[in-house]
């Protein structure tokens, strides 16, 4: 059975950088996508980029995924309908897909959400970071048969990144 290993935990506690961190174990190309602070720019904006990287993919208007505070939600909801659908698409036939990561504001990608499940269904392992919110969404990647959620905490992220092996890993 396909385990899908997911982070979650505080902000700020070092759950992306641990899933950098177990990306560089992977001997293969990953796909999916990861979200990326946008820093000088407006506060609370957030880009997305695609996976592999291959190349750096600087904030532009392609990219930008929603401003915190700001965006609307119809707004978010496209931007992640358009930019995560289009990188779990891209990601066709990798060994391991990134969904670096999931929060709140999918509420409303319908097309996004419907992806995501449907990959937890899939064969291909996922590495990924869940929010902590209040989120139905959420809920149901977590409750999922096949994730395993693991709790990241500034006590913990040490052991944890010597401990963890990414999905489908012997």
């Given at each position: 059975m396909?385990k899908?290993?997911f982070?979650?935990?505080?902000?700020?506690?070092?759950?992306?950088?641990?899933?950098?961190?177990?990306?560089?174990?992977?001997?293969?190309?990953?796909?999916?996508?990861?979200?990326?602070?946008?820093?000088?720019?407006?506060?609370?904006?957030y880009?997305?980029?695609?996976?592999?990287?291959?190349?750096?993919e600087p904030?532009?208007?392609?990219?930008?995924?929603?401003?915190?505070?700001?965006?609307?939600?119809?707004a978010?909801?496209?931007?992640?309908?358009?930019?995560?659908?289009?990188?779990?698409?891209?990601?066709?036939?990798?060994?391991?897909?990134?969904?670096?990561?999931?929060?709140?504001h999918?509420?409303?990608?319908?097309?996004?959400?419907?992806m995501?499940?449907?990959?937890?269904?899939?064969?291909?392992?996922?590495?990924?970071?869940?929010?902590?919110?209040?989120?139905?969404?959420?809920?149901?990647?977590?409750?999922?048969?096949?994730?395993?959620?693991?709790?990241?905490?500034?006590?913990?992220r040490?052991?944890?990144?010597?401990?963890l092996?990414?999905?489908?890993?012997?």
């Amino acid at each position: 059975m396909t385990k899908h290993l997911f982070l979650t935990g505080p902000k700020g506690v070092g759950k992306s950088t641990l899933v950098r961190t177990l990306l560089g174990q992977y001997p293969g190309t990953p796909g999916g996508f990861y979200t990326k602070r946008v820093t000088g720019v407006i506060p609370g904006v957030y880009s997305v980029h695609l996976l592999p990287a291959d190349r750096p993919e600087p904030p532009s208007a392609d990219n930008l995924l929603f401003c915190c505070g700001s965006a609307g939600r119809q707004a978010a909801a496209a931007n992640f309908d358009r930019l995560g659908c289009a990188a779990l698409a891209r990601s066709a036939g990798a060994g391991l897909l990134v969904m670096d990561e999931l929060g709140p504001h999918e509420a409303e990608a319908r097309a996004f959400r419907a992806m995501v499940l449907a990959a937890l269904e899939g064969e291909t392992p996922i590495l990924g970071v869940l929010q902590r919110a209040d989120s139905p969404f959420l809920a149901q990647i977590a409750a999922h048969p096949q994730v395993e959620l693991v709790e990241i905490t500034a006590e913990t992220r040490s052991a944890l990144a010597r401990q963890l092996r990414l999905p489908g890993s012997r």
